[in-house]
């Protein structure tokens, strides 16, 4: 499992953002912090930030442990558990290598996006 941050929890509907190659989450802190009426979740991919432990293996294995992410980290506002799943949907937000993830993870796990 990647980890993440995961920023006003107690929100019901949630942003994932994932980031370009060679940065971190970090990029996305002027947008998470603008964007208040959300839940943010930022996820730093394989070999990145918090992640720097985790291989990059491929973009289609990064797909599915952002799926993995997405499916364990939408939460029920009034559990603010990360690991509790509620069945929900999520925007997605990418740039980059984080783009082309996303794109990957619309197509693949369509029933995850909003």
Do not use: K
């Not at 992410?69 to 559990?79: E, F, G, L, M």
């Amino acid at each position: 499992m990647l980890s993440v941050t995961v920023h006003r929890p107690e929100l019901d509907r949630t942003i994932v953002f994932l980031h370009g190659a060679g940065v971190t989450g970090w990029m996305w802190d002027a947008q998470v912090a603008d964007l208040t009426e959300f839940r943010c979740i930022v996820i730093d991919l394989p070999g990145h930030g918090a992640n720097h432990d985790v291989p990059w293996a491929s973009i289609d294995e990064t797909v599915v442990l952002v799926a993995e992410v997405i499916r364990s980290a939408v939460v029920r506002a009034d559990t603010q558990d990360v690991h509790a799943v509620a069945p929900a949907r999520v925007y997605l937000v990418g740039l980059s290598l984080g783009a082309d993830v996303g794109l990957r993870l619309l197509a693949g796990f369509p029933e995850l996006i909003d």
